[in-house]
């Protein structure tokens, strides 16, 4: 039966589980977070050396899988058969596992992570695994949500974040959930438990500087600041390993496509903007700011320098100009 993540926990932290959980989806955070748990929970460190089995996708098959969970706990009340990297198997082979999904043994909790991507609800035998499965999708979270899903987050762990500081490590950070659980962690065992995050504590603690950061470049080029502008890329240019090139334009590239979504769907308000390209309202109006200053034609003029000059920096149609200079050339085309 199709089951929330946030369910699944909260029956796992009151010790109630079920023979079979089938964890599917392109975001990885629920997942791991499931079968951690139960990997971790169920069974005493004493118990594991006999019971508990971590199997892996491209290194199995599924009858072995089904060896596994039909086999009987040792002095303990259950075993544990995790398989992870299920998506290594093709899906057609897991209508093998038909007769077991709907007659499991009560003994064994099966657990299988099939990362990445769903499996196709149109074959027959796949609702047979939802019915009688937990059966729990992982979706991907939309940027917009990302600061709101941090801010619950860290709620979880007994700490508190202000709005600003979310929206930072949403942008910062990515939509990949198990980095930023990541960064949480770093978060917390460096800032006092009373202490409400704010944006300092996101630029010390998580390799963002204060000053000199991709945001603050595009901060500045929305703006048209150019002295900011300027003084940010020539601290990327003279430290290349920390900011390379190709990653400075995918940075400035998107941040200029959604500028151009933004003109395409004419949004003129913060929260039109914050609709338009899927982000927190927070920064809408340095995107508004950025559409007056760089018009439809303008964007379009950006978008195309960025792409050239991305490919000079992977050496396509290159001179001898070294990458420091192509980088100050590049941010002065954009600003004039």
Known sequence: MKKEYSDVIKELKSKIYHPVYFL???EGFYIDSISNFIEHNVLTDSEKSFNQFV???KDTNVNQINDYARGYPMMGTYQVVVVKEAQNIKVDEWEMMIPYFEKPLKSTILVICHKHKKLDKRKKFVKTIVDHSVFVTSDKIYDSKLPQWIENHIKEEGFKINEPAAALMAEFVGNDLNRIAT???KLIINIPKEKTIDVDDITKNIGLSREYNSFELNRALAFRDVLKANRII????SNLKSNPAVLVTGTLFGYFQ?????????????NSVASAIGINPFFADEYLTAMKNYPPKKTELVLQTIGEYEMKF???NSTNTSQDELMKEMIFKILH
Not at 262 to 268: D, I, K, Q, T
């Open 258 to 270: 959604k500028v151009y979504v933004a003109h395409s769907f004419g949004a003129r308000d913060k």
């Open 183 to 185: 960064e949480v962690e």
């Open 55 to 57: 199997l892996y996708g």
């Open 24 to 26: 599917e989806g392109e």
């Open 314 to 316: 992977k050496g396509v």
């Open 234 to 237: 020539k601290y990327f240019a």
